[in-house]
């Protein structure tokens, strides 16, 4: 049994599932989706756009069974800092041969949301500084994982609209990045079924306190060195660390911490992969999060719709094994 070393009480999760809707709310708009298809013998190819909000058009590419029964499972995979959708084309291509469509999003300042394409993580990296050196308290943006939640929702709503895809039936993973945005997204989205986070579980709360924020940090290091230098400081600590996630992900090491909003996604199936050595998500604040997920599914009676493997050894990165076992999760539980 997990020890849960951290013990913090968080808000109740009606409390943590409003709150955290009530920060990420904007004007809806129209989604006007906008596809082109591609068939092939072995899947079928559509690749195109929605819109979130007035001004975000989110690339979205999804590979479609060419057989098999309709409506369609579907699952929606996210990829990591730097990247883009056509990361994950493997994923989409063996989902497809399940009988599963598979959807892939570009995150915000990732990919196609730049014109002409994303320079890896550039574009994301400038957008948090500018987002930390905003004034306007009233529109403040929050580019580092929160406003892709928002636009996960909004792919959530496109899906559940479409003839082809099962409402009843939608999973979401990801890796590292796109990993944390699932369970931003799925927390509170309960109509996300099934959940795959690979890479991604951690606790910011227990970074900070342990002095293990480096890796974390580092996915978005020119913004925190630009605060640092805001703040006076000629070098990355604590409290400048503290004081960027404080404003990009406000609650973060409080009520949106991971160990709080894994609990709003029991009982619905989840498989959490982590790495025995992974800077960027340290195991033991993963082990805190995972105890916590581990108590709000047993207290549900649903024990066995959570699973957890760690592959030693190894640090941030995604493995063939954890492949082939987020496949096997959602062919199983879709």
Known sequence: MLSFAQQINYPPVEKVAADFKKLLERPRVPLN???TIIKTDSVIIEHGFIYSEKDERVPILIYKPVTGAKPY????????TGGKKEDNKKM???????????VAIDARFHGERIAGGAHGSKEYVAAAIAAWENKDQAHQAHPFLFDTAFDLWRVTDYLVSRPDVDANRIGMGGISMG????????????????????????????????????GRAGTIHGAHLQAAKDLGDSVLNKRNVQAVWNKLLPGITGEFDCPSMLRLIAPRAMLVLSTENDSNCPLPGA?????SAMQAYASENAADKIMRDVA???????????????LDWFARWL
Request: a positive charge; zero cysteines.
């Open 33 to 35: 989706p906008s596809f």
């Open 73 to 80: 499972p579907a699952v929606v995979f996210l990829h990591g």
């Open 92 to 102: 989409l291509y063996q989902l497809a041969k399940r009988g599963i469509m598979g």
């Open 179 to 214: 990993g944390m945005e699932t369970w931003l997204a799925a927390s509170v989205d309960k109509r996300i079924k099934v959940v795959v986070l690979d890479i991604a579980v951690q606790s910011f709360k227990w970074s900070l306190d342990n002095d293990k924020w480096q």
């Open 287 to 291: 082990n805190i999060a995972y105890a």
């Open 312 to 326: 030693p050894k190894l640090p941030h990165t995604s493995t063939p094994v954890h492949f082939e076992m987020t």
